[in-house]
């Protein structure tokens, strides 16, 4: 099962996002947000689907704006990848999980069952 844990505040981000040793997916949301709300299943399904390969973190963008604004979030929801402490690839509004999987290039974190 892949990691699932937030990052409101610009320590836990640094901590659970960018000196991470495996790709982080994160979800940049807010409570208020209904597409936020719709997308979360989805992003929890990847976070499923992916297992160890992958982190999922959620950042509520009300509690940890200073990390929304550096990283340019002006639409929610934002589905980030970051892969070495660097954002890498998003995509921005409620998709399908198969659409975010394919924008954010995830196939290649699939782990392949050997015979």
């Known amino acids: 099962m892949a990691t699932m844990t937030t990052a409101d505040d610009q320590a836990s981000f640094q901590r659970e996002v960018l000196d991470s040793t495996v790709p982080v997916v994160v979800d940049f949301w807010a409570a208020w947000c209904g597409p936020c709300r719709a997308v979360a299943p989805e992003v929890e399904a990847l976070a499923e689907k ?22 340019g979030i002006r639409g929610i929801p934002t589905i980030g990848l970051f892969e070495g402490g660097k954002l890498t690839k998003q995509a921005v509004g409620a998709r399908p999980r198969h659409a975010i999987e394919s924008e954010l290039g995830l196939t290649r974190f699939a782990v392949v069952a050997k015979s």
Do not use: E, H, P, T
């Not at 992916?50 to 990283?71: E, F, T």
């Open 50 to 71: 992916y297992g160890s390969a992958i982190k999922v973190v959620k950042v509520d963008v009300d509690a940890n704006q200073a990390v929304a604004g550096r990283y």
